[in-house]
């Protein structure tokens, strides 16, 4: 019934951008704050941006900050991720996420409400 469902993922060379979106069904979207994590190869999943419900307040984590930017669009149930500068290490499935507590979601515990199915990025050298 619930679906976060992500989409823009493709492959980039290093230096180039790509803008991932998440829309979100079956859910009142706007009562959410929302989270993008990623998952590289071999490797956990990891938080990297949150926004509060009404886009007031984010939280980036160190290495991607000045490069990525996180934000919503309650009108459209969507929350976005623009990725500017990347880099190999850029590589991953990143996963949309959606939890009532804002709070939650910046401690980046995985431990969160709803996910997306995932969407791959893949950054070449």
């Known amino acids: 019934q619930v679906q976060l469902v992500e989409s823009g993922g493709g492959l980039e060379q290093s230096g180039g951008s790509l803008r991932l979106s998440c829309t979100a069904s079956g859910l009142t979207f706007s009562t959410y704050a929302m989270a993008w994590f990623r998952q590289a190869p071999g490797k956990e999943r990891e938080f990297v941006t949150a926004i509060s419900r009404n886009g007031g307040n984010t939280y980036y984590v160190d290495s991607i900050k000045g490069r990525f930017a996180i934000s919503r669009d309650n009108a459209k149930n969507t929350v976005y991720l623009q990725m500017n500068s990347l880099k190999p290490e850029d590589t991953a499935v990143y996963y949309c996420?959606?939890?009532?507590?804002?709070?939650?979601?910046?401690?980046?515990?995985?431990?969160?409400?709803?996910w997306g199915q995932g969407t791959q990025v893949t950054v070449s050298s």
């Open positions: 996420a959606a939890d009532r507590s804002y709070g939650t979601l910046i401690s980046t515990t995985t431990r969160v409400l709803y």
